[in-house]
């Protein structure tokens, strides 16, 4: 179910979209279901229906529209059009309750096992707004009363559904078909099937989460929060359980994966995005962001680095303060140093470039010094070129290379040089205006003021 509003996140953006490490809530449940290899897995929108199906993904996802929305019933109703009685069992999970995990999702589908309602329930502390399991005196569930309709002593009941059940299809399009909307809400509450079920004589089971933390809804801001800082926790948790050494579990922000080798380190505050892959002893530096990129064994990315779409070759020594953009392929040995920036250009091994530079569309050869203040103009307005610096290339401080232009090996680029023709290997060039002494030159001086 994710045709909900989602009123109290106060977003234009449809709530089972908001992210939670870095994919939406409802991406979080279709992850889990896939685990399931259901027979077919439909997904229920409405408010914001383009937005959600576009960016939904999944093998053979359904998708069918509930508009408007008249609760949990309601949306089932919609839904029954594209469930299959002979797929036995019929299980429910809802858009926003994202941390549900594949195995206890499975254990409510074979608790239901294709003959009785199987409800997924938990005891919390504070159970407020949650609808109340009542059970009879020996224990046996009777039904779910709604916050909203329950009197003072059933709100003292602390078992509350979770939102999620298994149900035989068969008898779960029976029930929902005959819901009736005389409430506190006005709204089809798919919780009276339980009642249902009970007249008719099926059993009604329940089965608990391994925590409470699968079961937690995202409904505010404070809520979403609260649940990417468990996720975070439990993704550190299982890094250094591998032998991760981190600085602080509370402040690393894995969003989507991070696999990485033995010996490595992460200080503070780093946050890696989509796929990012750390080699043996790697040593991540605090405050990096690194995204989708692969750090090769022995790396060091000192603080404040930030990396996007990059390889960096075993060894290699990056930061602090440096760039690395997309493309970039750095070899074994390279060193970039502070306020350096590398697009889509490969390094040979042990190429350095200290300070303050730009490399964008370079090929640059193997133990090429590339000088402070150094860039390639790969731009011409309209157009990108590629410079190539072939190895051994020893680039001086503040050059400006013109791309296309090729640097021969081992040739020598004098300081301050605009260099807009290719370069025979060996050979040094300086292009800039010869250092002229102006003799008897005089500073001009301000005329001296009257006493
Ligand atoms: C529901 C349950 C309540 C349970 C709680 C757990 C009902 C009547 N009540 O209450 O017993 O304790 O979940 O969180 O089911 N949705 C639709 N269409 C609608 C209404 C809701 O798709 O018309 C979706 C929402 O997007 C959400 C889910 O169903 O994913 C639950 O809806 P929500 O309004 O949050 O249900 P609650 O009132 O919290
Ligand atoms: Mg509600």
């Known amino acids: 179910m994710a045709a909900g509003k989602g009123t109290r996140m106060k977003s234009a953006r449809p709530k089972v979209l ?17 685990a399931l290899q259901a027979a077919r897995t439909v997904v229920i929108t409405g408010h914001g229906a383009d937005e959600v199906e576009a960016e939904a993904r999944g093998v053979g996802l359904v998708f069918v529209r509930q508009v408007p929305q008249l609760g949990t019933g309601h949306a089932i109703q919609q839904a029954l059009p594209a469930l299959h009685d002979a797929a036995a069992t019929t299980l429910i999970l809802n858009g926003d309750v994202p941390l549900i995990r594949a195995d206890t999702a499975a254990a409510l589908a074979r608790a239901c096992d294709g003959e009785k309602l199987a409800l997924l329930t938990i005891e919390l502390p504070d159970a407020t707004g949650y609808g109340r399991i009542l059970r009879d005196p020996s224990g046996g ?13 059933q709100r003292e009941i602390r078992e509350i559904y979770t939102g999620m059940m298994a149900a035989p299809t068969a008898a779960l399009r029976r029930w929902v078909t005959a819901l009736k909307n005389d409430n506190a809400q006005r709204e089809y509450y798919l919780t009276d099937i339980v009642a249902m079920a009970v007249a008719e004589g099926v059993p009604v089971v329940a089965t608990q989460p391994a925590s409470e933390t699968e079961v937690l809804g995202v409904n505010s801001p404070v809520q979403l929060a609260d649940l990417e800082r468990r996720l975070q ?3 550190a948790e299982t890094l250094m359980e591998a032998g991760v050494r981190l600085a602080d ?5 894995v969003r989507g994966t991070l696999r990485c080798g033995s010996e490595v380190e992460i200080d503070v505050n780093c946050v890696f995005e989509g796929r990012v892959t750390l080699g ?13 990129a692969d750090i090769g064994a022995g790396a060091v990315v000192q603080p404040f680095t930030h990396i996007e779409g990059a390889k960096v070759g075993p060894q290699a020594t990056i930061g602090p303060f440096a760039r690395l953009r ?3 392929e750095l070899g074994e040995e390279v060193h970039i140093g502070n306020f350096v920036e590398v697009k889509n250009s490969t390094l040979g091994a042990g190429a350095k470039a200290n300070h303050l530079a730009y490399l964008g569309d370079t090929s640059v050869g193997p133990r090429v010094n590339y000088g402070a203040g150094s860039i390639t103009a790969n731009y011409d307005g309209a157009h990108k070129h590629r410079t190539v610096i ?3 290339v020893h680039v001086g401080s503040n050059c400006v290379l013109v791309a296309p232009v090729h640097i021969g090996d081992g040739a020598t680029v004098g300081g301050g040089s605009t260099v807009t023709q290719d370069v025979a290997p060996g050979k040094l060039v300086v292009a800039r205006a010869r250092q002229a002494v102006i003799e008897g030159w005089k500073r001009p001086q301000k005329p001296k003021k009257k006493a």
């Open 18 to 34: 908001h992210r939670l490490g870095g994919i939406s809530l409802l991406q979080h449940v279709l992850n889990s279901c896939a």
């Open 141 to 153: 569930v009777r039904g779910i009363v709604e916050h909203k309709d329950a009197s003072a002593a």
């Open 233 to 235: 926790r439990s993704i």
């Open 249 to 253: 579990p509370a402040r690393l922000d």
């Open 280 to 292: 043996d002893g790697v040593r991540i530096g605090a405050n990096c962001v690194i995204r989708d």
């Open 326 to 328: 997309p493309g970039a």
């Open 390 to 392: 072939g190895a051994d």
